[in-house]
């Protein structure tokens, strides 16, 4: 099977198709879809949908873009939720968190600070708990190994990785995974498809992010799960490998960077 490690498929892009796309996704060989929240006011829908869809797992945390708006209680919610999620096999991770110093209104000081605390608070739950993490590390590589390498979470997901090799090798050391997807299957994506291709392969997970990140026959319409064996073949093409080679690869991958997928993944 393969697995979409990181999929927004409650967004409101899907409408009310987000279980109908899961099963799609499923028929065309997505055997898990892994979707983080991004809010306080999300946490129960990810959960719910989990709940609705036997290939569907989730995590809790609460997105960068949404620090914004954040309070200091929605860090008490997210603990509480998440230590009540540890009874449930379908709770795989804390996310989506991280930095993002792409948006102009982040990048000023006092946001820049409170990404920061919001993103250490997270990342200690997930210390405390030995939950991995899905982080969200755009134009923020740096930033966020300082953090990793500071608190010590147990592993994840670098998701959406465009960092150089040497980064790479840095979230490797601590024992990360990196998220590929959409974005290598463009030929002009020189750098991506590179380190999809040079990287070692145990160190890759595959991802969507949709209804974000389509890949370049989707293009500028909506990404969807049901799009990651295309995206799969398109890596296997870039390392001239088997398929089934690398849909066998990235599930191990998966398994590995988010180990309570398998008490729910055959």
């Not at 899907?14 to 065309?28: D, H, I, N, T």
């Not at 997505?30 to 609705?52: D, H, K, T």
């Not at 949404?66 to 991770?93: G, H, K, S």
Request: aromatic share 6%.
């Amino acid at each position: 099977m393969w697995i979409d490690t990181h999929c927004h498929l409650d967004a409101h892009e899907f409408g009310a198709e987000s279980l109908a796309v899961a099963q799609r996704a499923g028929a065309a060989g997505v055997g898990m879809i892994v979707i983080p929240a991004v809010e306080r006011g999300n946490f129960g829908v990810v959960a719910q949908l989990a709940a609705s869809a036997p290939n569907v797992s989730y995590a809790l945390g609460i997105h960068p873009i949404c620090v914004p708006q954040a309070r200091e209680e929605d860090l008490l919610a997210l603990r509480t939720a998440v230590e009540a999620a540890l009874i449930d096999p379908r709770f795989v991770a804390i996310g989506e968190i991280g930095l993002d110093f792409f948006i102009p209104m982040l990048c000023e000081a006092a946001m820049r600070e409170k990404q920061d605390h919001f993103f250490r608070e997270q990342l200690r739950m997930a210390r405390d708990y030995a939950l991995p993490v899905l982080m969200h590390v755009r134009r923020s590589q740096d930033q966020v190994l300082k953090h990793v390498r500071q608190i010590r979470p147990a592993g994840g997901i670098a998701h959406a990785f465009n960092g150089s090799f040497q980064q790479a090798q840095m979230y490797i050391d601590l024992g990360f995974k990196l998220g590929f997807g959409g974005a290598m299957t463009f030929t002009r994506a020189l750098q991506i498809r590179r380190l999809a291709t040079t990287l070692p392969l145990d160190a890759l997970v595959l991802e969507t992010d949709a209804p974000d990140i389509s890949p370049a026959w989707v293009h500028p319409a909506r990404n969807s799960p049901e799009q990651l064996p295309a995206i799969g073949a398109a890596l296997a093409e870039l390392r001239a490998m088997a398929p089934g080679d690398v849909q066998a690869a990235m599930k191990a991958n998966a398994l590995s960077a988010l180990p309570r997928l398998s008490a729910i993944v055959g």
